[in-house]
T-cell receptor
C-alpha cells in the first residue's frame, strides 16, 4: 500500500524567512496531494492541495510543487509569520475523482516561527 | 471553504460508559465521512469510513463493536465509543468528503478530546 514519508519532523525558522517541508510517496498511482495545518488542540485545516495533472500551485504565501517522476511533493511557505507556527501534515490519495480513496498521512512537521 | 463541526469538543466519562460523538457537514452534503484517531504528537490514524445509508468500513485492527458508526443522513455521522476504557482516551477527528467530480476534497472537523477515567 501507499506510504508517505515527511521531512523534517521539526523546523524552526526566523520570522520572514521561508520554510520548506518535503514529502515522498511510494505509489505512483496516487493522484491527489493535500497539505493540512493543525494547531494545538484543533482539527487539521486544508491549506492547499495539488492534483497530479499540475506541477505547481500557489496561493499567496503558500505554494506546493509536485514531481511525479521522483514521487515527491513539497510545501513552501514564504515570508513566514508567528501565526504560521503549527504542525503541518502532507497526505497522498489514490483514486480521487469518482472513487473514494483514503488519505495516507505523513507523520507531520512541527513548524516554529520565531519573531 | 467547507465547514465541518464536531460535538462535543471535550468529554470526560467514567470507565464502562458509552460516549457519542457527532460530526456534521454544515454547508455541503457528504455521502462519505471518515473517523480518525490521533495520539499526542502523532499523525492521524484512520479508524473507519462512514457511508450514508450503509455500513461503515473499518480499518484493520479497529473493533467495529466497540466503535459504532452511524451515518443516518447526508450531513451527520456519529461515532459511539461503547464501554469506554482509559485506553480509549484520545483525540477523535472526523472529516467529510465534499464531492465535486474530479475535485473531491476532504474537510476535517475540530476534533473531540475524550478522556476516560
Amino acid at each position: 500500500g501507499e506510504n508517505v514519508e515527511q521531512h523534517p519532523s521539526t523546523l524552526s525558522v526566523q520570522e520572514g524567512d521561508s520554510a520548506v517541508i518535503k514529502c515522498t510517496y511510494s505509489d505512483s498511482a496516487s493522484n491527489y496531494f493535500p497539505w493540512y495545518k493543525q494547531e494545538l488542540g484543533k482539527g487539521p485545516q486544508l491549506i492547499i492541495d495539488i492534483r497530479s495533472n499540475v506541477g505547481e500551485k500557489k496561493d499567496q504565501r503558500i505554494a506546493v510543487t509536485l514531481n511525479k517522476t521522483a514521487k515527491h511533493f513539497s510545501l513552501h511557505i514564504t515570508e513566514t509569520q508567528p501565526e504560521d507556527s503549527a504542525v503541518y501534515f502532507c497526505a497522498a490519495s489514490l483514486n480521487y475523482g469518482g472513487s473514494q480513496g483514503n488519505l495516507i498521512f505523513g507523520k507531520g512537521t512541527k513548524l516554529s516561527v520565531k519573531p | 471553504g467547507a465547514v465541518v463541526s464536531q460535538h462535543p469538543s471535550r468529554v470526560i466519562c467514567k470507565s464502562g460508559t458509552s460516549v457519542k460523538i457527532e460530526c456534521r457537514s454544515l454547508d455541503f452534503q457528504a455521502t462519505t465521512m471518515f473517523w480518525y484517531r490521533q495520539f499526542p504528537k502523532k499523525s492521524l490514524m484512520l479508524m473507519a469510513t462512514s457511508n450514508e445509508g450503509s455500513k461503515a468500513t473499518y480499518e484493520q485492527g479497529v473493533e467495529k463493536d466497540k466503535f459504532l458508526i452511524n451515518h443516518a443522513s447526508l450531513t451527520l455521522s456519529t461515532l459511539t465509543v461503547t464501554s469506554a476504557h482509559p485506553e480509549d482516551s484520545s483525540f477523535y477527528i472526523c472529516s467529510a468528503l465534499r464531492e465535486r467530480g474530479l475535485t473531491d476534497t476532504q474537510y476535517f472537523g475540530p476534533g473531540t478530546r475524550l478522556t476516560v477515567l
